[in-house]
């Protein structure tokens, strides 16, 4: 569980913005990634292994 290294309300608390725990549909990856003026300078995927590292690489978008 993610959620016991790094609290999602920490992460809601320090930025203000809305903390991705599970899989939505709602395209959050383009939502806060695009191209637009109100973008992200950074995402954070803590903690990440390996395997989450290659899948980020390859564009498999299959875990929160």
């Given amino acids: ?12 608390w320090s930025t203000g913005n ?20 109100e973008h992200a300078d950074l995402i954070l995927v803590a903690p990440s292994t390996a395997n989450t590292i290659g899948k980020v690489a390859a564009g498999i978008d299959d875990t929160p």
């Avoid at 569980?1 to 809601?12: A, C, S, T, Y």
């Avoid at 903390?19 to 939505?24: C, L, P, Q, R, S």
């Avoid at 990856?29 to 191209?35: A, D, N, P």
């Fill in 18 to 37: 809305p903390v991705v725990t599970e899989i939505t549909g709602n395209i959050e990856h383009v939502q806060y990634g695009g191209e637009h003026k």
């Fill in 1 to 12: 569980m993610p959620e016991h290294v790094v609290h999602p309300d920490l992460l809601h």
